[in-house]
């Protein structure tokens, strides 16, 4: 047995050998951070906004960052429309895209409350803040997206989520907020006072109004034990729902064109925190990268070398502070569709996902992601009234998507699933109102909140079909 880091680096070299290029030694052992944010002036030198993976930019008219709600108020009633907020800029759909206002939080941050265990945490922290903040008085989130960059308005406004079956996505956990509307409002509601706004308003793509604090419940700050093993994808499939009901997190990666999966599991312990070593999930990408470079033309060949290469590698694990484990660096840029599939269909699409990439496009190298959320009650919620199970299908930022729509999207939405809001899709307003009970409430309500439409962008408009 040889860890998963010398399987990658004796990887990487390995598949240079067999297929008698260097191109794959570069594979190092390093951290790397998130890549630097694309760039935000064009060609022109005319200053845009743009999202993480680069894929959605626009030239809004005025980007404005207020301090409080009354500076907030006062621009929501008469900045240029449409007036869009936008936290890290880390959704893949237009949601944020505007000619008009851009608006920031950057300026709202930090935890302003407590009450008892719950924290009033200003909607443009950063989750990445959150942690050591909490953590400060013993508290924590408790769970965690696999990264950390995200703002909590931008989190919630998208339905964010981590993995584990008891543990309810971000939003989830709010008992409490407050929301600025387009004709400047500034509404407090909760289960008790307006509670009807308060499950709208929990996720509601900034369609609604921008939320500027929402009260959270936090859980102890213990620490977890990680652990990440690979076997064959068969076995991860027969084991996963077992794993679901035994771990505290748990979710699995399956590596098409590999026959592997790489299983993570989080659990709570009380042993000592280690030193980590660095990650290795650019490494692995890097194998996978190559052997999709030098091996695509038979899949055969490239199962083979997969499984000589990574099927061995033994079991990683690290003991840390749960806010510091379960988030992680994503250095590769992407583009993703994911969707949110009743849990017992979740793993039959899965399987027809890897299928129809193995059988179709022999470019896909990244792994699939697959998790379980717990259900919430907030009206868009894709978790709403049910469990769910995610499967995640990502390209590279460089190479073509369009096969999430024709080969992948079709498989989701047979088994009845719901899309991430951040990430790609083609659903509008009859396709949503047919998955959401509660979908032309929410428009009714969005009707009264912002009358005159200040805050629909065209991305929105197409989402809600309105002309
Ligand atoms: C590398 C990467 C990893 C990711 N991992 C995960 C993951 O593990 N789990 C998961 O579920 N998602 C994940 N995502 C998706 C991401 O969590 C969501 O797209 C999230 O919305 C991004 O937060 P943000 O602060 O960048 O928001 P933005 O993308 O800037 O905004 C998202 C939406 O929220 C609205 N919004 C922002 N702030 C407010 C506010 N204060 N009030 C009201 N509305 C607001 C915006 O108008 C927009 O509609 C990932 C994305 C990337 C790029």
Same mark, same amino acid.
């Given at each position: 047995?040889?860890?998963?880091? %010398?399987?990658?680096?004796?990887?990487?070299?390995?598949?240079a050998v067999v297929a008698g290029s260097a191109t794959a030694i570069g594979v190092a052992n390093r951290e790397k951070p998130e890549p630097p944010s694309p760039p935000s002036s064009d060609g022109k030198g005319h200053t845009l906004w743009r999202n993480w993976s680069g894929i959605q930019h626009s030239y809004p008219v005025l980007r404005a960052a207020p301090k409080d709600e009354g500076e907030l108020a006062a621009l929501m009633t008469a900045a240029p429309a449409p007036v869009r907020v936008t936290g890290a800029g880390h959704? @893949?759909?237009?949601?944020?895209?505007? *000619?008009?206002?851009l608006v920031s939080l950057d *300026?709202?941050?930090?935890?302003?409350?407590?009450?008892?265990?719950?924290?009033? !945490?200003?909607?443009?922290?950063?989750?990445?803040a959150l942690g050591p903040a909490l953590a400060a008085k013993g508290r924590a989130m408790a769970n965690l997206p696999d990264i950390n960059k995200q703002s909590l308005g931008g989190a919630l406004g998208t339905a964010t989520h981590g993995t584990g079956t008891t543990l309810k996505a971000i939003h989830g956990d709010v008992t409490a907020l407050t929301l600025v509307t387009a004709t400047g409002q500034v509404i407090d509601c909760d289960g008790d006072k307006r509670p009807e706004l308060f499950d709208a308003a929990r996720v509601s793509l900034g369609a609604l109004g921008v939320i500027t604090r929402a009260r959270l419940t936090t859980t102890a700050n213990r620490r977890l034990r990680r652990r990440v093993w690979i076997e064959p994808f068969e076995e991860a499939l027969d084991k996963a729902e077992a794993r679901? %009901?035994?771990?505290?997190?748990?979710?699995?990666?399956?590596?098409? @064109?590999?026959?592997?999966?790489?299983?993570?599991?989080?659990?709570?312990?009380?042993?000592?925190?280690?030193?980590?070593?660095?990650?290795?999930?650019?490494?692995?990408?890097? !194998?996978?990268k190559t052997l999709r470079n030098l091996l695509g033309f038979s899949v055969g060949m490239r199962k083979a070398a997969a499984r000589a290469l990574l099927g061995g590698a033994e079991e990683e694990t690290a003991v840390d502070e749960g806010w510091k484990l379960l988030s992680t660096e994503r250095p590769v840029r992407f583009n993703e569709m994911e969707y949110h599939l009743p849990a017992e269909t979740q793993l039959q699409a899965l399987?027809?996902?890897?299928?129809?990439?193995?059988? %179709?496009?022999?470019?896909? @190298?990244?792994?699939?992601?697959?998790?379980?959320?717990?259900?919430?009650?907030?009206?868009?919620?894709? @978790?709403?009234?049910?469990?769910?199970?995610?499967?995640?299908v990502h390209a590279w930022y460089k190479d073509d998507h369009a096969f999430f729509y024709e080969l992948i999207e079709p498989i989701f939405r047979?088994?009845?699933?719901?899309?991430?809001?951040? %990430?790609?899709?083609?659903?509008?307003?009859?396709?949503?109102?047919a998955l959401y009970p509660r979908w032309n409430d929410f428009l009714a309500l969005r009707r009264e909140l912002d009358p005159e439409g200040r805050l629909l962008n065209p991305y929105l408009k197409t989402l809600f079909s309105i002309a």
């Open positions: 047995m040889i860890s998963r880091r %010398k399987a990658l680096i004796a990887g990487g070299a390995g598949v959704s @893949f759909t237009g949601l944020c895209a505007t *000619a008009g206002t *300026a709202m941050s930090g935890i302003v409350g407590w009450d008892g265990d719950e924290a009033t !945490v200003l909607a443009g922290t950063r989750l990445g679901w %009901k035994t771990h505290r997190n748990f979710e699995f990666y399956a590596v098409p @064109f590999t026959g592997l999966a790489a299983n993570i599991s989080h659990d709570e312990t009380d042993e000592p925190a280690g030193v980590r070593p660095p990650s290795q999930d650019d490494a692995f990408l890097d !194998v996978l399987k027809e996902v890897v299928a129809v990439i193995e059988q %179709k496009r022999p470019d896909v @190298f990244f792994p699939i992601e697959v998790r379980r959320i717990a259900p919430d009650d907030a009206w868009l919620s894709p @978790f709403q009234g049910e469990p769910r199970g995610s499967v995640a047979r088994h009845g699933g719901r899309p991430h809001w951040g %990430k790609l899709h083609s659903l509008n307003g009859p396709d949503l109102a």
